[in-house]
């Protein structure tokens, strides 16, 4: 009886933190949606595809060493990736890392940062839509 009610009191905010955590993904996936239609009115929905091409592609106009977002993320997003100084990076795949894309102000730091360091310029809300469906079906 008292492990079962034990069960029962771990199991409630493990499901809470779970569903916090999609509440969480949901809600930037629908800012960035809102975003691109109106930056394009002839948006539709974001596109895993889009997001995996534009997440290997090799861009210009950012820092040489850093071409790609694989480049420090690697081309598995569901294994560790590393900063050009050797520092470990957690993986980018919801699959292996639920706590990804959950934090509104850290995604907005991130693609800030790295979209300047890889192209040079700020990611519009399409791309980084793209790229975070992409790498929610990793
Ligand atoms: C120079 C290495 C490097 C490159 C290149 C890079 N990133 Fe990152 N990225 C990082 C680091 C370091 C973090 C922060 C550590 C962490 O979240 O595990 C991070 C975190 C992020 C996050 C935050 C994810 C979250 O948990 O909310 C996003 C979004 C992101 N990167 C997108 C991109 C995109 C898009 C590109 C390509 C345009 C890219 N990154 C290229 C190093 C890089």
Redesign the pocket.
């Known amino acids: 009886m008292t492990s079962r009610l034990l069960f029962v009191a771990l199991l409630i905010p493990a499901i809470g933190v779970a569903a916090l955590a999609s509440a969480g993904r949901d809600g930037i996936v629908s800012a960035l949606s809102a975003q691109a239609k109106q930056d394009n009115s002839k948006f539709t929905s974001f596109s895993a595809e889009a997001g995996k091409k534009f997440?290997f592609t090799a861009?210009v106009g950012g820092k040489s060493d850093?071409p790609?977002?694989v480049?420090?993320?690697t081309k598995d997003a569901r294994t560790m990736?590393q900063?050009?100084a050797g520092?470990a990076?957690?993986p980018?795949a919801v699959s292996a890392n639920p706590?990804?894309?959950?934090?509104p102000e850290?995604?907005a730091k991130?693609?800030g940062r790295?979209?300047n360091?890889?192209?040079g310029r700020e990611?519009t809300a399409e791309e980084?839509g793209n790229?975070?469906t992409y790498l929610m079906s990793q």
């Open positions: 997440w861009h850093t790609s977002c480049t420090c993320h990736g900063t050009r520092k990076i957690d980018m706590n990804r894309f959950t934090d850290k995604v991130w693609f790295n979209c360091t890889v192209l990611c980084k790229v975070i």
